[in-house]
């Protein structure tokens, strides 16, 4: 059997073990940087491995919500597999075991799967196995590109708002045309099936704040991942 994994080339100092096991299972390892994830093994499907006490920090920062909304924005099929024991790393942060559970929830409501595993041992092999389920599909990792379209461009500008993302951008873009007018008109999104207005005060805040008051203020008490699920 054929197992060929792309492995995000900024991940290889922190995925020794992990790339090492992958390759004494037989999988061929191909490296590039990738514009989400760390590990694709099919056009559908990547991986993002998180260390448990990475998992509970990235929900403290808000660096969790930013990445979830890349995977689900490139891929059909995102995966975060969470490495070690994230109820036992939330000890050393002040963080209530119900917003961790509730973080897992929202990203299973954002159509991405949470797995967990034990060690880097047990990572290589859930990403091996995953592989041999995808085998024979085709594997396009979606690496940062230079000379996006007009279209493209427009797609990213409106999807990098709170709340939204690709695809909530393009429903916004057929309804109003242009990003300026789509702008001016941000009122009128929860007209758009999927926008609420708990996301339209988000986008608010951004648009109306001003960029010298903006430097500590954070979206959500902390920019939480539940803030921005519908």
Known sequence: MQCNVVVDSREHSTALEVINELKRLGCTIIERAIE???????????????KAMDFINSIIDGRLFD????????YQNPIILI???????????????????????ALNKMGIRVLY?????????????LAKVDEGKPIK?????????IRELQVQLLG??????????????MEFGTPLTALNNFESWSKINGISEK??????????????DGAEERLGNGNNILDFIE
């Open 36 to 50: 989400a994830g760390d590990y694709v093994i099919s056009d559908t499907t990547v991986i993002e491995r998180k």
């Open 199 to 212: 996301t339209i005060a988000a986008v608010r805040k951004v648009l109306t704040t001003r960029y010298s």
């Open 141 to 149: 990792a979606v690496t940062a590109r230079k000379g996006e379209t």
């Open 67 to 74: 990445q979830a909304k890349r995977l689900i924005e490139h």
């Open 160 to 173: 990098s708002l709170p709340g939204i993302g690709g695809k909530r951008a393009e429903k916004i873009l």
């Open 83 to 105: 490495e070690g024991d994230p109820w036992r790393a939330i000890s050393r942060r002040s963080i209530h075991p119900h917003s961790v559970a509730g973080a897992m929830v």
């Open 117 to 129: 595993s034990a060690n880097e041992s047990l990572t290589a092999y859930i990403i091996f196995s």
